[in-house]
């Protein structure tokens, strides 16, 4: 083990281009959590974590709720952690897994653990982190629910700052990281879903809810999303779509900045509360302070990370039963909001 970290180290420090990136964003050079990674143990946690969740969908359920396809259901949780989004920022998740004591927290499978997905690039250590996500669910496969974010999406969807590929690279040299990424990583992020539903109070996705027409069909929709990319926008749109006010057309949506997804308005919102029949939208995918409430308490953004934005405040979610059976809007939530 100890040579293969050696040799791993000494390919890296002659490769220019990662001196320069690590430079760039961590002044200290290597540190420990890039120097822990090395590729069978980064493949060897993603197999597992693989294994788990092709049994887990296979299987339709997890502890306490179900999973179809891409869409959880769970009833609700004695406690709830929620993740929002960690870029590379193993620093931070690890405290977070500390604050909550994850190791004794995630004994209990009536506790959930739920990432609202967005674990790589833009950060400097995506690798330390889906190693610890992959560790994390083969651990306690029955407490840790793994969501996905834009930053995961099939290569299909085409968008910048998806740094993870060149990041491999550099670590693991072309050939091996090319295979790593294209049969370890790319099956990896097929099988994170999309939207989970705590009954009667949370509906989680990454980036927001789709515009459509669902009604009573929502479920189907939701479960099924994952394999409807090609021919239809329900997966493009739970990944980057984002809550705006005053958004004053007929359709109460517009799209988005990005150039790809949607802006939608507080009557999508309201929408979605109604037939899903929960209080909150939570997701991630914005930056801000921690968090940011909108549409009047109807949507909630989480956002987890330290690192790559500087300017703004990481925070995570930690809520217990009582709490969530009693929560009437999104300002509830914000005494549950632990900021970093
Ligand atoms: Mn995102």
Excluded at 155 to 174: C, M, Q, R, V, W
Excluded at 207 to 219: A, E
Aim: glycine share 8%; net charge negative; charged share 25%.
């Amino acid at each position: 083990m100890l040579i293969t970290l050696l040799i791993t180290l000494n390919e890296n420090l002659n490769l220019p281009v990662l001196l320069h990136s690590h430079n760039s964003v961590n002044p200290g050079g290597l540190d420990e959590a890039s120097v822990e990674m090395d590729e069978p143990r980064l493949t060897e946690s993603l197999d597992s974590a693989i294994e788990i969740l092709r049994h887990e969908r296979k299987s339709g359920r997890i502890a306490g709720g179900s999973i179809k396809e891409s869409f959880v259901e769970l009833g609700v949780p004695s406690k709830l952690v929620i993740i929002g989004d960690i870029h590379g920022d193993i620093t931070t998740l690890r405290y977070i897994l500390n604050q909550i004591n994850a190791d004794v927290m995630l004994r209990n499978s009536r506790n959930k653990l739920i990432f609202l997905g967005d674990y790589v690039d833009r950060g400097p250590d995506s690798l330390a982190v889906l190693y610890a996500i992959c560790s994390l669910k083969t651990r306690f496969p029955e407490s840790v629910i793994l969501m996905r974010g834009n930053h995961e999406a099939p290569i299909e969807f085409p968008f910048p700052s998806h740094n993870l590929p060149a990041e491999i690279i550099d670590h693991f040299g072309y050939q091996r990281g090319k295979l790593v990424y294209n049969e370890k990583i790319l099956p990896f992020f097929h099988l994170l879903t999309l939207a989970t539903l705590i009954e009667g109070s949370l509906l989680l996705v990454h980036g927001g809810v789709p515009t459509g027409s669902y009604d009573d069909t929502f479920r189907e929709h939701l479960s099924t999303a994952g394999r409807t990319y090609t021919n239809n926008t329900i997966m493009e749109e739970i990944l980057w779509n984002d809550p705006r006010q005053g958004i004053r057309n007929r359709d109460g949506w517009e799209y988005s900045r990005r150039g790809i997804g949607k802006h939608f308005g507080i009557e999508i919102s309201r929408k979605w509360l109604r037939i899903s029949k929960t209080r909150v939208i939570v997701r991630g995918h914005e930056p801000c302070q921690g968090f940011r409430i909108d549409h009047d308490g109807s949507v909630i953004t989480l956002f987890s990370c330290q690192e790559p934005y500087p300017n703004f405040q990481a925070a995570y979610m930690s809520v217990n039963e009582q709490e969530l059976k009693s929560v009437e809007d999104a300002v509830d939530l914000s005494s549950q909001i632990y900021k970093l």
